[in-house]
């Protein structure tokens, strides 16, 4: 079992013997060593020893331990970062949790409810493959994930009785609004019944633990509604049969409007980047997604002026950026930074996520948004010049989660938006279109879950200019926002020197604005034989309006069109090619009619040309 101990010591872990549960050692688990040569002694004295570990500062460990039915139903009404799990015997658990940085864990036995242990400092646990004393098998790992950080509630018990009059003794937990107030009041509750307190004692101590640890405090109505069932139960009652009309692990958080206080929406760059939004950024691979955002990404590391012209004014910050690895960093990525003149210090790439394992293993894979989210909110969190957080792209980095199942990526998406908003920044992510045909809706074109497309408030698609005759010219589109005008940008390949180094790398070169340009028109871009037959269309259509009078209904121009064998899936698109005007009239009685597409008053003269 010795060589079974000494991956743990590996890990950072302090290991000792123990037997049937038990220490062996005359100190116990504060003999605990990281060290190989005594650990070999030990199990050379014992070799049929279980491995102990010992829990807390120690080792950087807390561990949870559910020992029965009624553990796990408390567990149910928790959520529980993914981390390593040890099945001890059939039915019981230990989940294993890796402890922050200058933070300390109590033991506790029960505190939290039944059949719920803590393990922290001063405390041990014995690890796989240990065999067990009564069943006669290994304890086991059941999953080789990484350890999560302890959640915070996990590192204080809540708060309980300390003497026969059930009044709660001070200490340092804090429960906010949505992290469990009720349920944590109502176990309070239970326990003091189950010491023979009455409804008066209960709601006593309830507005005691109300005022020292709700933040805000609970409502009194609601404590004395609890204080007097709980108070009409028989002693000993502790409250696991509260009847579901009286919350116990959930409630309704709910605020009246005239609690909000209205604002105007604040932006890094004026209607294009919200400061506290989820952003989508989707288009056919090769439109200048990533150069684009690179550029903006740019701009914010040096405090840079925004391509229409406008002041950045925030000054120079930081970008996080998390990419798939498919550009080099050294080829690629800094030279596209430099030469879009950003500043290098100021841009953090996320190379890998870094996970141990207990068997020694060092595990390099990319970060997954369902395992590392809270590393990039830890990340975010202690470095507050951080102003974009930018994923490239999102399909890489959903880990473990379906790109098309709606039920598992909203909830990473929503944990994304609201990570802008926590921090006022803006969170970009970067997509890839869907093959549908021609003529879908831009949204649903976005590749994945309807949730892509639901979750964020602000979409821009980017996509080749389809009036340019040039290569490598683009547009870029918001589709939902406030109707920020397209931008035509291209990009060209331009040399430089970094780092001493003569490299050649793509630039972004910003065009102009065109309001006429919507998302639709860049989802279904035209190849070259396309864009002559939007041509021909387009003369068409204008002998067919002329000989009309200069004005025709719009359901005629697309029959008539499709009727001679026209691509008509983007009516807008023909109109604007043929320099129409859409016009809406009103019927006698006021009502709105069908669109009319009309010859303008002062065409230009290339359409007077062809009208002729």
């Not at 561990?63 to 408390?74: E, N």
Request: aromatic share 6%.
């Amino acid at each position: 079992m010795a060589l079974q101990a000494i991956p743990y010591i590996n890990g950072g872990l302090s290991v000792f013997p123990c037997a049937k549960k038990k220490p062996l050692t005359e100190h116990g688990c504060l003999d605990a060593s990281k060290d190989v040569k005594q650990i070999a002694e030990w199990w050379k004295r014992w070799p049929e020893a279980q491995i102990g570990i010992a829990t807390g500062p120690v080792s950087n460990l807390v561990v949870l331990d559910v020992d029965g039915p009624q553990g796990f139903a408390w567990l149910s009404g928790r959520l529980l970062p993914e981390t390593r799990e040890v099945e001890t015997q059939p039915g019981n658990k230990h989940f294993w949790f890796r402890l922050p940085a200058g933070r300390t864990a109590k033991n506790s036995a029960g505190d939290f409810a039944p059949e719920v242990d803590v393990r922290g400092a001063g405390g041990y646990v014995i690890a796989p493959p240990s065999i067990h004393h009564e069943t006669l098998k290994p304890y086991r790992f059941l999953n080789k994930v990484a350890l999560a950080e302890a959640p915070p509630w996990l590192l204080e018990p809540p708060p309980k009785p300390t003497n026969g009059n059930g009044h709660s003794g001070e200490i340092g937990l804090v429960i906010h609004e949505g992290d469990g107030r009720h349920r944590e009041a109502l176990r309070l509750a239970g326990g003091l019944r189950a010491r023979g307190a009455d409804a008066k004692a209960i709601l006593a101590d309830l507005q005691i633990f109300s005022q020292q640890h709700c933040r805000p405090p609970l409502e009194l109505a609601w404590m004395e509604k609890q204080a007097r069932y709980i108070g009409t139960k028989p002693a000993g009652f502790r409250g696991q049969s509260i009847p579901s009309d009286i919350p116990s692990s959930a409630t309704l958080v709910i605020k009246t409007l005239d609690s909000v206080r209205a604002k105007p929406q604040q932006y890094l760059w004026d209607r294009y980047l919200p400061n506290n939004q989820l952003i989508a950024v989707f288009g056919a691979s090769h439109t200048g997604k990533t150069p684009l955002v690179i550029d903006l990404a740019a701009r914010i590391t040096a405090g840079a002026d925004w391509p229409d012209g406008t002041k950045n004014g925030r000054g120079a910050k930081k970008v996080l950026f998390l990419g798939a690895g498919e550009d080099a960093l050294d080829t690629v990525v800094k030279p596209r930074l430099v030469i879009a003149r950003g500043r290098p210090e100021n841009f953090k790439y996320i190379e890998t996520s870094r996970r141990c394992l207990f068997d020694g293993t060092v595990l390099d894979d990319p970060a997954a948004l369902d395992r590392d989210i809270d590393l990039l909110a830890e990340e975010i969190r202690g470095d507050s010049s951080i102003s974009l957080l930018v994923i490239d792209p999102i399909t890489n980095h959903l880990g473990q989660k379906k790109l098309n199942l709606e039920e598992e990526i909203r909830p990473i998406l929503m944990r994304l938006k609201h990570l802008a908003e926590q921090f006022l920044m803006p969170v970009i992510t970067i997509g890839h279109l869907n093959r549908r045909e021609k003529g879908t809706s831009a949204l649903d074109r976005m590749l994945g879950a309807r949730a892509f497309s639901g979750v964020a408030r602000t979409i821009f698609f980017t996509g080749p200019d389809n009036e340019a005759t040039e290569k490598h010219h683009f547009t870029f589109v918001q589709e939902r926002g406030l109707g920020a005008p397209a931008w035509r940008f291209h990009t060209e390949l331009v040399s430089a020197t970094v780092d001493d180094a003569e490299v050649k790398q793509i630039k972004v070169v910003w065009g102009g604005t065109d309001e006429t340009i919507n998302s639709q028109d860049v989802v279904d871009s035209l190849n070259a034989g396309e864009k002559s037959q939007l041509e021909e269309a387009a003369q068409e259509l204008i002998a067919f309006v002329t000989a009309r009078g200069g004005e025709a209904p719009q359901a005629e121009c697309i029959s008539h069109l499709f009727k001679l064998g026209y691509p008509t899936s983007n009516p807008s698109r023909l109109r604007r090619r043929a320099n129409l005007e859409s016009v809406r009239e009103r019927d006698p009685f006021g009502k709105m009619v069908a669109s009319v597409w009309r010859v303008p008053d002062n065409p230009p003269d290339g359409q007077k040309e062809r009208a002729q």
